[in-house]
C-alpha cells in the first residue's frame, strides 16, 4: 500500500515562496506518476502539477506553470513542489497523490492520496 505524507505548509506574504514535501512508502516499482492537487474552500480539487520521472515528464496547470516547479528525489522517495510568486489565489490546501503506469492530471485517476498540507498566502 503506498503512504503518501505532506510537509512544508505554511503561513506567506504575496510574493513569496513555499516548498512542500511528499514523502512517499510503499511503491513498489519505479514506474509512479506523482501528483500535486489542491483544494480551497468551497471550490472543488484541482490539479497542480504531476510528474513522471522514469519519462522525464512535467506536467503543469496554467495558473501556475512558470511560478511552481514539481520534482522528485528518487533516492530519498520524496516529492517536492517549489511554489514562487505566491499569490492569494493559491491559498489552498495541498495533496500529493501518486498512481502507476501513467500520468493523468484528472484528480480520479490517482489511487492513493496523502492527508493534505495547508498553504496561506496573505495579501
Known amino acids: 500500500q503506498v503512504q503518501l505524507v505532506e510537509s512544508g505548509g505554511g503561513l506567506v506574504q504575496a510574493g513569496g515562496s513555499l516548498r512542500l514535501s511528499c514523502a512517499a512508502s510503499?511503491?513498489?516499482?519505479?514506474?509512479?506518476?506523482m501528483a500535486w492537487f489542491r483544494q480551497a474552500p468551497g471550490k472543488e480539487r484541482e490539479f497542480v502539477a504531476a510528474?513522471?520521472?522514469?519519462?522525464?515528464?512535467?506536467l503543469y496547470e496554467a495558473s501556475v506553470k512558470g511560478r511552481f516547479t514539481i520534482s522528485e528525489d528518487t533516492t530519498n522517495d520524496t516529492v517536492y513542489l517549489q511554489m514562487n510568486s505566491l499569490k492569494p489565489e493559491d491559498t489552498a490546501v495541498y495533496y500529493c497523490?501518486?498512481?502507476?503506469?501513467?500520468?493523468?492530471?484528472?484528480?480520479?485517476?490517482?489511487?492513493?492520496w496523502g492527508r493534505g498540507t495547508q498553504v496561506t498566502v496573505s495579501s
Open positions: 497523490a501518486a498512481r502507476p503506469f501513467f500520468i493523468v492530471t484528472a484528480r480520479d485517476g490517482y489511487n492513493y
Open positions: 510503499g511503491r513498489t516499482h519505479s514506474k509512479y506518476a
Open positions: 510528474i513522471f520521472s522514469s519519462d522525464d515528464i512535467e
